[in-house]
């Protein structure tokens, strides 16, 4: 696309008005910041001092901003990514790609479960880059691991009929979900290509066997025909983003679960897991690919426990292929989009989560046990014993980490819990008794290395302040907020595990033109547009690293990916660096250690189309879209945005 004459025709004013004036929020966050500055300062020296970290460790913390010619938005139809001059983008693996030897090549018309279990999966979200070998920090070979959220039948198939499936696509659907383990390598010109047959290459799909274990393991809820013990479920579903730990796993979110079950409608409505199956949104009838039809475990009718076991975190171990993945119920049982880790002071391990829907919650984990640099297997099951919070965001600017414990406060017998796997089963429902506050859907919840705060990334909520929904708040200031914001969290003390936390607010998105809009403070006529924050990553100047999913409805642009400095003078200056194809959004983002290369997934491109009239023919520019990795890279090898 050209230059501003043709980028202003898409500026379109939002017609959703924000509940109160720019002007409001700005005061309330300005009184609010002049109190925190003096003691943020502070803290920050304190922090630097206790860890004991050298001059080196400091001089790393000086912002570098990111430089390079920024991406001029595109237009929703407009099928092809755009990077800044001096850049390229490369598909790495595509959907469908072998990842062994006798896997068979893709063939659209004779797909087959067998074939698709051994193939990259559909709708790549998280990217995580582990490096080989284990423990070191190469940038130039290492593991790819890529989650495949959902799959796209009507763009998978021809003459896909959604109330018909057949039951090889219903298979191939199921086998298309899960996640790819891949090894990659750099070759010395620069090139970045998967090996196909490494004996690290692994497909999980949603049959693969995966271990229950916390509090919640072996609970009657999670107890199925299939398994009475209620300890091993089949399969992990719709799985978004992730995070890596410190000890080279990872963690893969189940958000979406409950849309795979189907016959809700007929179950008893007496039955007191009856209540927990609503607050979570099971579908009253046949479900949106209707895999019931042909594997009872998806029928609440007939297994009514099995929606149970999903909606968790799971963990993966990418260096072992024959680990058996393990379902993390510590963590709390709500549509998951992600887990990012960072270490307390004293070792132990937060876990920081979003529950990605209208009006849910952002929570933490803190671990009991301390995470042991000198040996790896003591670390594997540090998720299985912590206590899960949730987040109050009160007015003032202050807020409070709020502990789901049974026994505690209002998660009583009297109040319907049993136990504690019962609150973890019924996290929503806990949350909601213990007063925490409803987010506008949160995304990646994520701490900065660098500077030690969680950016949230909040995407929309277009039913803020309608009838009979809960109307504005501070943190979630804009009404009908179609947009998304991104809130900053600074923990007491710079301590991951405080129970309290300052917040203020980063970024409420949008067209810089829309009065509701803000960039820390930063000149918006400077700034580019940007609609939904979905993923978020930091480059090793601790910068922060936007993708977006809903661009195209919320601000009239293609998704992208952005990137913001989070201090000194160019604090909240957002500038695109990547535009991404017709269709699809943008997520993974991932860099390698050196920061020379820039993963991305490109996540279903071509969506709104069909496999008979599709809107996107990105990457191969013949047949059908293919939800795909790209590599970008300088051409002179630079340290992406430098
Ligand atoms: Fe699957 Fe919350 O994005
Ligand atoms: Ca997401
Ligand atoms: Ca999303």
Known sequence: MGGHDEKDKWIVRSEEGTGETFDTILARRLSRREVLKSATVASSVAIIGSLGLGAETVAAQRTTTPRFGTVTPTAPEFDDVKVPEGYYARTLIRWGEPLS??????????????????????????????????????????????????????????????????????????????????????????????????????????????????????????????????????????NCAGGKTPWGTVLT??????????????????????????????PAEQSERGWELYHSRFDVAKEPNEGFRHGWMVEVD???PTMTPVKRTALGRFRHEAATIGLAPDGRVVAYMGDDAVFEYVYKFISAGKYNPRDRAANMNLLDEG?????????????????????QGP????????????????????????????????????????????????????????EGRAGTDAANPRARNSTGHIIEITETDNNYASPTFKWEMFIL??????????????????????????????DNAGNLWIATDGAARAIKYNDGLFAVPVQGAQRGNVQQFFSTVAGSEVCGPEFTPDNRTLFLAIQHPGEGGTFEAPISTWPDRVGLPRPSVITIQGFDNRVIGS
Request: aromatic share 10%.
């Open 387 to 407: 206590t899960l919070y949730v987040a109050r965001f009160n007015e003032d600017g202050s807020g409070e980490w709020l502990p789901l414990v049974f026994g």
């Open 253 to 282: 979110a189940e958000e979406n679960f409950h849309q795979y079950f189907g016959n809700f409608g007929k179950f008893d409505k007496n039955d007191v897991r009856y209540a927990v199956h609503r607050r979570y949104g099971m």
């Open 101 to 238: 030897a006798d896997a068979p090549v893709h063939n659209v018309w004779e797909q087959s479960a067998a074939a698709q279990s051994q193939q990259f999966g559909y709708n790549c979200d998280f990217i995580g880059y582990l490096p080989l070998p284990l423990g070191s920090n190469a940038s130039n070979r290492g593991l790819l691991v890529v989650n495949h959220e959902y799959t796209n039948e009507e763009l998978m198939f021809p003459a896909y009929d959604p109330k018909n499936p057949t039951r090889t696509q219903v298979d191939v659907g199921i086998a298309a979900h899960g996640v790819s383990v891949v090894e990659i390598q750099r070759a010395a010109d620069g090139t970045w290509s998967y090996v196909r047959n490494s004996p690290y290459n692994r497909r999980i799909t949603g049959e693969t066997p995966i271990r229950i274990s916390g509090p919640a393991a072996g609970h009657p809820w999670l107890m199925t025909s299939e398994d009475p013990s209620g300890t091993t479920v089949r399969g992990t579903l719709n």
């Open 509 to 538: 998105a949008g067209l810089p033109s829309d009065a509701s809009t803000f960039f820390a403070g930063f000149d918006k006529s400077k700034v580019s547009p940007i609609g939904a924050p979905d993923n978020v990553a930091f």
């Open 318 to 320: 990418p260096y072992d």
């Open 411 to 466: 998660l009583t017998r009297e109040n319907g819990f049993g136990s504690q796997a019962e609150v973890l089963i019924n996290t929503r429902r806990a949350a909601d008794l213990l007063g925490a506050t409803k987010m506008d859907r949160p995304e990646d919840v994520e701490p900065n290395p660098i500077n030690k705060k969680i950016y949230v990334a909040l995407t929309n909520n277009t039913q803020r302040g309608t």
